[in-house]
């Protein structure tokens, strides 16, 4: 095992760009996966994910519950299953709970020579839709997720977008999202997704994909779909907050196959 790591960082340190990562890049092979913020900042974010290197950082306080949920935003399993069970349970146990969303689910991409092109399962729009909430993500940090609640639970989540954003956000403008979403820097998050999508391990078959502490089985996904709150009080390793004494229990098994 230490030899195949030792294999891995010699890989990454000879054929990374160094010359263009400054620290922690130029601390060493051992810096480069520490983070997700690190791994793309030197160029090895493939690699990170591959090797499934942050999942050892998961649990760095020892308690807090981290659950990855991977989706797509017109999907109507994953709208029921975020705004339902997964946001309730999130603002009962937010001190608990650390919550990383990935909007991209089953799309594709491919590179046309100048940016990647996405292409999704629900259309264009949920394209567009996986892009607003990736940008919001970017640049409303946790606020973000309060704003995509608003969105999903909303009849047209598109619509939708720019008022919830002056409900929940009103700090962060509309035009500053878009320019996001209409530029580099929307598109070169959007691949971050895909690659964070297509490292899974095992590979997702269906969306929402739930990973907790960087683990997806059937039975946690299973238990995150029918009794999330539970699942995670259970999980939690120091003295449970007066929200795990409560019941929540509601299935969402309405799932966007990868086709």
């Not at 601390?27 to 793309?40: R, V």
């Not at 409303?140 to 309060?146: D, E, H, L, P």
């Not at 878009?178 to 391990?201: E, I």
Request: aromatic letters at 10%.
């Amino acid at each position: 095992m230490k030899a195949g790591l030792l294999l891995l960082f010699w890989t990454l340190w000879t054929n990374a760009d160094v010359g263009r990562c400054v620290s922690p890049c130029t601390s060493g092979p051992s810096q480069w996966c520490s983070s997700l913020d690190s791994a793309i900042q030197c160029g090895v974010l493939k690699q990170c994910l591959e090797a499934n290197f942050t999942r050892s950082h998961y649990y760095q306080d020892g308690q807090s519950v981290q659950l990855e949920l991977y989706y797509e935003s017109l999907c109507p399993g994953c709208r029921g299953f975020l705004t339902q069970m997964l946001f309730p349970t999130w603002t009962m146990l937010q001190d608990i709970l650390n919550v990383t969303l990935v909007p991209y689910g089953n799309a594709n991409e491919k590179f046309d020579g100048n940016k990647y092109v996405f292409t999704c399962q629900h259309g264009e729009q949920e394209c567009l839709g996986n892009m607003i909430e990736t940008c919001l993500l970017n640049l409303a940090g946790s606020s973000a997720f309060q704003v995509i609640y608003c969105m999903e639970s909303s009849i047209d989540v598109i619509k939708s977008a720019e008022s919830c954003l002056n409900l929940y956000q009103p700090t962060l403008k509309w035009a500053s999202v878009m320019s996001c979403v209409d530029g580099d820097q929307g598109n070169k998050l959007m691949h971050q997704n895909a690659l964070k999508t297509k490292a899974l391990k095992p590979a997702h078959i269906y969306v929402p994909w739930v990973t907790i502490n960087g683990e997806h089985t059937e039975d946690l996904q299973n238990k995150a779909t029918n009794a999330l709150l539970p699942l995670v009080c259970s999980l939690y390793q120091g003295p449970k907050p007066n929200a795990c004494g409560s019941t929540q229990r509601r299935q969402y098994r309405n799932y966007c196959h990868n086709e």
